[in-house]
């Protein structure tokens, strides 16, 4: 999966962890720039992305994530088996 | 089952029904926890506000009178203490002193209810432990005192012990959830160590459904009566082409699946649910197996109600519950042709019809983890009520034989003992009002310390009725509360009444009863109400026809001067 669509898919489970249809994220938005992101909000965010891409994140890449396009690097590594 | 997101998303929802006031208290975090129940609870109609209070404050939230929990006035207090932090603190005991911490755990939590109940009247929900093997000595642990296996497991059984003496406490079995999802899945170490969180999200629905499962059932909602299909459910093949002796029961190949589904359901009988059968068939050879096979574990003896005709299933499932008297949303239907499950399920849709597996081998497992037949309560005298229902047959039978009710009323030879509440009955007391529904004014459920309190409060008088006839006892089948108003006035706080004994002038003796308990207690003014519910319309005029007067929608008062005898056949005994 090329990060485009990782990015394009964790918009969409945004878009319902943050209740909010209008959501746009990019590589650059960290959790300030959007309404509802606070620290429960982002387990879930967290919980929904390994239910839907079926990975596990490691504690480190679930704290220390400083924007949405390191978010979906991970992912991206996790996808493809380098973690 | 709902996603977590479905859940918290549900957590919104506005429901009309009266609010439902429960504090979660606990030595981990607990807001997705709570989010996740509120959610499940409100799915299920269960307008349920929690006050979630931040982890690790139980001992401040219990022992100050002024603390938020007591300020929230909770109908419920859930108790949640994580195994995983239980064991932070086993480890951080001197190693000499750890076999004595299960024993100093259970007098901890004794405390926390001390202070509950002493503080409030809310009921408590207790969660059991979850396991955690470290594996510090492997299998040795079993038999090292000072070992955590050793004591979680030890803890759990002292719970219980413990549990089973104290009125006001309700058990919740997380321990169950933890086994049926497997370990792994029920713990995620990353969110425990990044929030304190010792539930996986994934986990908390299957939590928050054993949860609201209890509030359910202590809401007075539960099931009663399971209808069973016979061929290919109760046993394999079809009776009426094998014979009796053809098909498959026992403990050989596939009959012996079948054996262990009966062997569970005379289990559930004998905790008082009503079995039932419906099955397409001529009577005779329906009844074969049981009568012939000493395989069968269940016996003709066990089933209440047996209809076996060519009629189709809902027309006799309509019949079975106008027998019994109880709502179809108690009841459950249970059978192996999806055709039959869909024409009963599309023309009763309150019953429970569950979506059996195709392959015998998994009815049982998959029946047992739907959980079904949560109770409140357990009373002995459940184990009479299916004879109970046999001679209410009989009854039916000699009822075409008069032909004036009254003859037939007389015929019965009813009497009835009237006494206050007592010991001996307050668990009888507290289920009927837990269970029942439809003759019930004001529906009020009490648990069995309620009731034991108001049996000792002076402001109540109470009455219980037990009836029995010729043809066998009732038991204890009506419950009136008398609260006092003052020195001249009693408000009729509780009056139910089984179903069973409708129309043969029980309602008349009993009221007769109040009016004269009044009268010889010196009250000369009796209040009334009637609240509505979804079921019990059938009592909305009663009082106005016991000549009531109604003062304003719903409420009655009578002057016990201006009352006049009503006509029964019931000797007091």
């Known amino acids: ?83 | 089952m709902y996603t977590f997101m479905q859940l918290k998303k549900a957590t919104l929802t506005t429901l009309t029904s009266r609010e439902i006031r429960l504090v979660v208290l606990s030595n981990v975090s607990t807001q997705f926890f709570s989010s996740a129940l509120q959610g499940y609870a409100k799915l299920q109609n269960i307008n349920l506000n929690i006050l979630d209070t931040d982890y690790n404050q139980i001992d401040f939230q219990l022992t100050d009178i002024n603390s938020e929990t007591y300020k929230f006035s909770p109908d419920y207090i859930l108790l949640y203490i994580s195994t995983e932090k239980l064991y932070e603190e086993f480890l951080d005991t001197n190693i000499n002193e750890r076999q004595n911490f299960a024993d100093s755990t259970i007098e901890r939590i004794k405390n926390y209810w001390h202070y509950i109940n002493e503080n409030t009247n809310a009921r408590i929900i207790q969660l059991n432990f979850t396991e955690i093997n470290d594996n510090a000595l492997g299998n040795f642990s079993n038999k090292v005192d000072t070992s955590f296996v050793y004591q979680i497991r030890k803890l759990n059984y002292l719970l219980n012990e413990s549990i089973s003496q104290n009125n006001a406490v309700y058990p919740l079995d997380l321990l169950s959830v933890q086994l049926q999802l497997g370990a792994s899945n029920f713990f995620d170490p990353v969110l425990y160590y990044s929030s304190k969180m010792a539930i996986s999200i994934n986990s908390l629905p299957y939590v928050a459904k054993s949860i609201t499962d209890v509030l359910l059932s202590l809401n007075g909602q539960f099931k009663k009566c399971v209808i069973l299909d016979l061929d290919n459910t109760l046993w394999g093949g079809t009776v009426g082409d094998l014979g009796p002796f053809g098909i498959e029961i026992g403990e050989l190949g596939r009959g012996h699946a079948f054996t262990d589904f009966q062997r569970w359901l005379k289990q559930l009988k004998d905790y008082g649910i009503i079995l039932a059968v419906c099955s397409k068939n001529n009577e005779d050879a329906a009844k074969e197996p049981f009568i012939k096979l000493p395989d069968m574990v269940l016996k003709l003896s066990d089933i209440s109600v047996f209809v076996a005709n060519w009629e189709d299933k809902a027309s006799n499932i309509r019949l079975i519950q106008e027998t019994l008297n109880i709502g179809f949303d108690s009841m459950v239907f249970i059978d192996d042709n999806p055709f039959e499950r869909n024409l009963v399920k599309s023309m009763i849709p309150e019953i429970t019809v569950p979506e059996l597996p195709e392959d015998p081998a998994l009815y049982l497992s998959y029946l047992q983890n739907l959980n079904l037949f949560e109770v409140a309560s357990v009373s002995k005298e459940n184990a009479s009520r299916t004879k109970q229902y046999q001679e209410e047959f009989e009854r039916k039978k000699t009822e075409t034989l008069f032909t004036s009710i009254d003859d037939y009323l007389k015929s019965l030879e009813m009497s009835c003992i009237v006494e206050p509440f007592n010991e001996k009955n307050y668990p009888r007391i507290a289920q009927l009002t837990q269970r029942s529904n439809q003759f019930n004014l004001r529906t009020i459920r009490y648990t069995e310390s309620e009731i034991e309190s108001i049996a000792k409060d002076n402001n109540y008088l109470t009455l219980t009725f037990s009836l029995h006839d010729k043809f066998g006892d009732y038991g204890l089948i009506s419950v009136i509360i008398l609260e006092k108003v003052n020195d001249t006035t009693l408000f009729i706080n509780t009056w139910l009444m089984s179903c069973r004994v409708l129309k043969r002038g029980v309602e008349e003796f009993i009221i007769n009863k109040v009016i004269n308990t009044a009268k010889e207690n010196s009250f000369t003014i009796i209040n009334a109400e009637y609240i509505p519910t979804a079921k019990n319309a059938m009592v909305k005029d009663i009082y106005k026809n016991f000549d009531f007067t109604e003062t304003s929608e719903n409420h009655y008062t009578i002057t016990t001067d201006s009352y006049s005898q009503k006509e029964n056949f019931i000797k007091e005994e």
Do not use: C, P
């Open chain 1, 1 to 83: 999966m090329e990060k485009k669509e990782i990015l394009a898919k964790v918009n969409e489970i945004g878009k319902d962890v943050f209740e909010d249809e209008n959501l746009n994220l990019t590589e650059t938005t960290v959790a300030k720039d959007v309404k509802n992101w606070d620290s429960l909000t982002h387990l879930s965010l967290i919980n929904e992305i390994e239910n839907n891409f079926k990975i596990k994140l490691q504690m480190r890449e679930i704290q220390g994530a400083k924007n949405v396009g390191e978010l979906v690097d991970f992912i991206y590594d996790h996808l493809k088996g380098e973690n």
